[in-house]
């Protein structure tokens, strides 16, 4: 896959240290892994959905699961974002980040719950609920609770308002959360941001599936920010030292 030239941004300096851009703060861990084995692609729902998320995007005819994508399969680069459905900067950030993906073809996204402490018990119980979702419906249900939940949800940890429910669930979906089904995948991915030393949300990694090198990034990342976060991977020597802007160990939304 030919990929195109991505215009350096003029905030975005390429030296000891990534550039903070407005209240992005960005922590440079460039990482060699092998490469990608995840899941495929998830397709974005449909046109007839009463949902709003109706990505322009190609999908991939292939049954996705577990970590749940949007975008195009064969897509050069993947966003990973590690979300709390409690968290207010998430929320915010959703629609932000699917219009940047709708717009850019060559990146897709991938959902991994982090369910923060500080939110529970709402956090986990909306996270099992839109995991449910989509193990019953499929990769194009997944993202309609998700978008749901953020239009509804008070946040910080107060849920949504008393007596509401999604109104997609369906009975193999409520069959799903009155099992141990969906806790077993949250927990493996909060496990995977733990080895990651990712404790924040929302917490991005961008990661080159061609090369197979990644770069984690703190915060709801502008688009400007990104294009450039893909430049420099394309360009950088993943062999150089990580520079730390950011506690890793701290725990929360961001920005603060």
């Given at each position: 896959?030919?990929?195109?030239?991505?215009?350096?941004?003029?905030?975005?300096?390429v030296?000891?240290s990534?550039?903070t851009?407005?209240t992005l703060?960005?922590?440079?861990s460039?990482q060699?892994?092998?490469?990608?084995?995840?899941?495929?692609?998830?397709?974005?729902p449909?046109?007839?959905?009463p949902?709003m998320?109706?990505?322009?995007q190609g999908?991939s005819?292939t049954p996705?699961?577990?970590p749940?994508?949007?975008?195009?399969?064969?897509?050069?680069?993947t966003?990973?974002?590690?979300?709390?459905?409690?968290?207010p900067?998430?929320?915010?950030?959703f629609?932000?980040l699917k219009r940047?993906?709708?717009?850019?073809?060559?990146?897709n996204?991938q959902w991994y719950?982090?369910p923060l402490?500080m939110?529970e018990p709402a956090a986990?119980?909306?996270a099992?609920m839109?995991?449910?979702?989509g193990?019953?419906?499929g990769?194009t249900?997944f993202?309609?609770?998700?978008?749901?939940?953020?239009?509804?949800t008070?946040g910080?940890g107060?849920?949504?308002p008393?007596g509401?429910?999604?109104?997609?669930?369906?009975a193999?979906a409520?069959?799903?959360?009155?099992s141990?089904?969906?806790?077993?995948?949250?927990?493996a991915?909060?496990d995977?941001?733990?080895?990651q030393?990712?404790?924040?949300?929302?917490?991005?990694r961008l990661?080159d599936?061609?090369?197979?090198?990644?770069l984690?990034?703190?915060?709801?990342v502008?688009g400007?920010?990104?294009?450039?976060a893909?430049d420099?991977?394309?360009?950088?020597?993943?062999?150089?030292p990580?520079t730390?802007?950011?506690?890793?160990?701290?725990a929360g939304?961001?920005?603060?």
């Amino acid at each position: 896959m030919r990929v195109p030239a991505f215009a350096r941004s003029r905030r975005f300096v390429v030296a000891a240290s990534l550039a903070t851009v407005g209240t992005l703060v960005l922590v440079a861990s460039l990482q060699k892994h092998g490469p990608s084995s995840e899941m495929p692609v998830a397709e974005p729902p449909n046109a007839e959905s009463p949902s709003m998320l109706t990505g322009t995007q190609g999908a991939s005819s292939t049954p996705a699961g577990s970590p749940w994508r949007y975008g195009r399969a064969d897509a050069r680069f993947t966003v990973v974002e590690y979300a709390d459905l409690e968290c207010p900067f998430c929320r915010a950030y959703f629609a932000v980040l699917k219009r940047w993906i709708d717009a850019h073809p060559e990146v897709n996204w991938q959902w991994y719950h982090l369910p923060l402490s500080m939110h529970e018990p709402a956090a986990s119980a909306q996270a099992r609920m839109v995991e449910c979702v989509g193990q019953t419906g499929g990769s194009t249900a997944f993202w309609q609770p998700v978008e749901w939940v953020y239009a509804n949800t008070r946040g910080e940890g107060q849920g949504l308002p008393e007596g509401l429910r999604y109104p997609g669930l369906t009975a193999d979906a409520q069959r799903c959360l009155d099992s141990d089904r969906p806790d077993a995948v949250i927990r493996a991915q909060a496990d995977e941001a733990a080895k990651q030393r990712i404790a924040v949300t929302p917490t991005l990694r961008l990661q080159d599936n061609q090369s197979g090198k990644t770069l984690l990034l703190h915060g709801p990342v502008e688009g400007d920010a990104l294009m450039s976060a893909i430049d420099l991977l394309t360009a950088g020597d993943a062999e150089a030292p990580s520079t730390k802007v950011m506690p890793a160990d701290a725990a929360g939304d961001i920005p603060r």
